[in-house]
């Protein structure tokens, strides 16, 4: 299987790729990419699970901040050391990767969704967002071979960072709602932020299809 172009445009990804090398180029031998991807996974697991268990005590979201840093680690380095020691297994790793991504994300928008700060329902229309997002990026690996990690100048390394700041918020501000309303404002920002996700997968499916049509492929 032949990789797809990586593109990644992100504020953060000359910064991000020199420290990658750098971590990878140091970590023990006995430290593989499975183990890195397992990592990021279960971590993944524990984002949601702090963010459910903030019922009983917010002091829980600390769980959720720390292990956002632990699935950075986890899933952004094990694709890192695997190229680094020249031991890609592209077939697999694509397969592999990603399906852990989906259901991580899964763990981490449900736990988001299942806490006393955002409602389930707008948490999960910003999880659909996402990976109608995700699958414009996979639909575009199979018919241009690029693989676009970038999206309005932000990636999975910068999507963490704003989740960061918001359990943070959640920290300072509390659950509470808006006045009368049904909704907090981070059910307005989740919900915003959806819909942000959703008009750059509409607008970037009408670009590439326009680019296919003109092609004639």
């Keep these: 299987m032949k990789a797809p172009l990586r ?5 953060l ?100 969704g299942l806490s006393p700060y955002v409602r389930l329902d707008v948490a999960l229309f910003a999880l659909v967002s996402y990976l109608l997002l995700s699958i414009h990026t996979f639909l575009s690996a199979k018919v241009v071979d690029e693989f676009n990690l970038t999206y309005l100048a932000g990636g999975p390394t910068e999507m963490r960072i704003i989740l960061i700041m918001m359990t943070l918020a959640m920290l300072y501000y509390g659950p509470e709602r808006m006045g009368n309303h049904a909704y907090s404002g981070f059910d307005i920002f989740a919900g915003g932020f959806a819909v942000t996700l959703l008009g750059v997968f509409i607008v970037q499916t009408l670009i590439l299809g326009a680019k296919l049509r003109k092609k004639g492929r």
């Design 7 to 11: 593109i990644q445009r992100n504020i």
């Design 13 to 112: 990804a000359v910064q991000e790729r020199r420290l990658l090398t750098w971590l990878a180029a140091r970590l023990p031998l006995w430290v593989t990419p499975d183990m890195l991807t397992t990592l990021g996974f279960a971590a993944a697991f524990a984002i949601g699970a702090g963010y459910v268990l903030s019922h009983y005590d917010p002091a829980w979201l600390w769980l959720s901040i720390i292990s956002f840093f632990i699935n950075w680690f986890g899933d952004s380095l094990d694709g890192s050391l695997a190229r680094f020691r020249k031991i890609e297994r592209p077939a697999f790793g694509y397969f592999v990767d990603h399906s852990a991504d989906a259901l991580g994300n899964l763990a981490i928008v449900g736990g988001i």
